[in-house]
C-alpha cells in the first residue's frame, strides 16, 4: 500500500483492490453454476476463501500502512532513534506489503 494518503482510497470509499475482489465476490454469487459434485462444492469453497483471503490481507495492509504512518509512530520512531546508543542508517519510508 501507499504512503501517499490520496492514493489510497478512490471516490467509493475503497481502493481498487477491495474493488476487484468485490466484483470477482458477485461474479461468483450471481452464477449460474449448479453444484452437483463435492468437487464442485469443494472448487467454489476454495475460491470464496481465496477470495477472503486476499480481503483480509488488503485490509490488514491499509490499517498497519496508516498506522504507521501516523504521527504518533513517527513521534515515537524519532525519540527511539535519538535515544539509541549507535547510529542508525535512514532508508526512508517503505510500503507495507503483506503476500
Known amino acids: 500500500m501507499s504512503n501517499d494518503p490520496n492514493t489510497k482510497k478512490d471516490a467509493n470509499g475503497f481502493c481498487s483492490a477491495i474493488q476487484a475482489i468485490f466484483q470477482k465476490a458477485q461474479a461468483i454469487y450471481n452464477s449460474d453454476q449448479v453444484i452437483s459434485s463435492a468437487e464442485q462444492l469443494e472448487e467454489l469453497e476454495q475460491k470464496i ?19 504507521l504512518d501516523s504521527e504518533e509512530v513517527r513521534k515515537t520512531e524519532a525519540d527511539l532513534v535519538v535515544n539509541l546508543p549507535w547510529k542508525l542508517k535512514n532508508k526512508g519510508l517503505r510500503d507495507v506489503v503483506i503476500t
Do not use: C, F, M
Open 49 to 67: 476463501g481465496d477470495l477472503t483471503d486476499q480481503l483480509q490481507a488488503i485490509i490488514i495492509e491499509e490499517q498497519l500502512q496508516s498506522s
